[in-house]
């Protein structure tokens, strides 16, 4: 039963991580955090980028609750929680930095209607350079309105 729980916990946290990450894009990035997240709507040729910022939060966030979860048995579920947390960053970075922006070089070509519109979705949002004005804050999940133009 604990193994079903546990589950459950990890698919919950990873589905709802995609609505907390459209809220800090949303009202943190484009918020009070802009600072850091400007330097991901410029064109630049550096490894890294103060946006990345976000990912050490992020991962520290996923690191105290699987800590806690771990070495604290009344809190193990913690642990589940940090799993999912820690499944969303694994995909989120798959998507974003390596086949959108494409951070990390591969050779990969979108050919699923689902990943061509959360790609386009993503290349929509990046059209807009100031934290006014943005669309299209989601990043594994895009509404059918984002979809690839037919020609």
Do not use: C
């Amino acid at each position: 039963m604990q193994t079903v729980f546990s589950t459950i916990l990890i698919i919950g946290t990873f589905l709802i991580m995609e609505g907390v990450a459209w809220a800090t894009h949303k009202y943190v990035m484009h918020g009070f955090l802009w600072r850091w997240h400007k330097s991901h709507h410029k064109i630049h040729r550096h490894t890294l980028e103060m946006n990345d910022l976000f990912a050490v939060v992020f991962s520290l966030l996923s690191i105290s609750l699987i800590f806690s979860g771990t070495f604290f048995s009344e809190l193990k579920w913690l642990m589940s929680i940090g799993i999912g947390v820690m499944a969303y960053g694994i995909f989120y970075f798959i998507f974003h930095d390596v086949i959108v922006h494409r951070r990390i070089k591969i050779r990969f070509k979108a050919r699923h209607p689902y990943l061509k519109r959360i790609i386009n979705a993503h290349y929509l949002h990046h059209e807009t350079h100031t934290k006014e004005n943005g669309k299209a804050f989601g990043f594994l999940y895009a509404p059918k309105k984002y979809g690839a133009k037919k020609s």
